[in-house]
Nanobody, 127 residues
Framework: QEQLVESGGGSVQAGGSLNLSCVVH????????LAWFRQVPGTEREIVAT???????GYADSVKGRFTISKDDAKNTLYLQLNDLKPDGTELFVC?????????????????????WGQGTQVTVSS
C-alpha cells in the first residue's frame, strides 16, 4: 500500500544526463525492495535497475555502465542517475516497490515482486 511519486524527468539531447527521484510514502521504507522501470511506446515495460534492502544494485544489460540506482533511507527516496542517454525518443520511467527480502539480481527477473507503482516521469532524448 505504498505511495510512490517520481520526478526529475525532462527533455535532453543524446549523451546528456538526468537524475530521477522517487519519494516513497511507506511505514518502513527500509523494508522495501525497489526498482526502476522504463516503457517505450509500443513495447512492454522493462526493468532497468533494482535495489535490495541491503542497498546492493542490479542492472539490466542495456543500461550497465550508464545508469546508477541508489536510495536514501533517511529521506525515503529512490534515485536513478541517467548518463550518456541514447536518442530513443520518449520513454516513461516508473518506480516500483515491494515487500520482501530478495536480492537485486533475482528482482531483475521477477517484476511480480513489485506491487506498488508510481505514475511515472517522462524522459525524452533527442538526436
Amino acid at each position: 500500500q505504498e505511495q510512490l511519486v517520481e520526478s526529475g524527468g525532462g527533455s535532453v539531447q543524446a549523451g546528456g544526463s538526468l537524475n530521477l527521484s522517487c519519494v516513497v510514502h511507506a511505514y518502513r521504507f527500509d523494508s522495501l525492495v525497489l526498482a526502476w522501470f522504463r516503457q517505450v511506446p509500443g513495447t512492454e515495460r522493462e526493468i532497468v535497475a533494482t535495489i535490495g534492502r541491503d542497498g546492493m544494485p542490479g542492472y539490466a544489460d542495456s543500461v550497465k555502465g550508464r545508469f546508477t540506482i541508489s536510495k536514501d533511507d533517511a529521506k525515503n527516496t529512490l534515485y536513478l542517475q541517467l548518463n550518456d542517454l541514447k536518442p530513443d525518443g520518449t520513454e516513461l520511467f516508473v518506480c516500483g516497490g515491494g515487500r520482501g527480502s530478495w536480492g537485486a539480481p533475482w528482482l531483475l527477473r521477477t517484476p511480480s515482486a513489485f506491487l506498488s507503482w508510481g505514475q511515472g516521469t517522462q524522459v525524452t532524448v533527442s538526436s
